[in-house]
């Protein structure tokens, strides 16, 4: 099969910058750094190219997705928090109509109330939950899957 050369955004909201640190019996010792280095060497076997970023702010991230209309052709998004309180980024998301997968390190259905419902599951191709940082990498494997056999109908 003939390969398009993928070009994925990736973007990490709140708070997962301090992954490492932060209430590691739910998220685990691997920091950002880490998983962004998993996802590079994952990409590379991919034969892809990833672009990373990490923002504590709705509107940054807002202006990063609408940033990746005619640039990038995958998105791969862990909301943090903004996954339950974000229609702006659901917005977003729609608005540029860039293939998207949701991750998150936790099972969010198998938490509190408030985070089984996502704003941003309806515009997302699917969701990728509970797998810790292994989460990201499988999102990026179902990204790529779905843009390579999508390409060439
Ligand atoms: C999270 C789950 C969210 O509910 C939470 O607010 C986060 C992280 C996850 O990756 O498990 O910040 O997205």
Do not use: C, W
């Not at 202006?63 to 229609?87: C, E, M």
């Not at 659901?90 to 509190?112: F, G, K, M, Y």
């Not at 985070?115 to 509970?130: C, D, E, K, L, T």
């Not at 989460?135 to 899957?145: D, E, H, M, P, T």
């Amino acid at each position: 099969m003939k390969e398009i050369q993928s070009q994925i955004l990736v973007l990490h909201g709140p708070n997962l910058n301090m992954l490492g640190k932060r209430e590691p019996n739910i998220y685990g010792l691997k920091t950002l750094d880490d998983i962004n280095a998993s996802l590079n060497s994952e990409a590379e076997r991919l034969s892809v190219t990833v672009s990373i970023e990490q923002s504590n702010h709705e509107g940054i991230l807002v202006d990063l997705i609408q940033g990746a209309f005619d640039v990038f052709n995958g998105l791969l998004i862990n909301p943090g928090a903004y996954t339950h309180t974000s229609v702006a980024i659901r917005d977003a998301i729609a608005a540029v109509a860039i293939p998207t997968v949701e991750v998150h390190l936790s099972n969010i259905h198998q938490r509190e109330p408030f985070r089984h419902h996502s704003y941003i599951a309806p515009v997302a191709i699917g969701q990728i939950s509970g797998f810790g940082a292994e989460s990201y990498r499988l999102g990026l494997q179902a990204l790529v899957n779905h843009l390579r056999s999508h390409a060439y109908p």
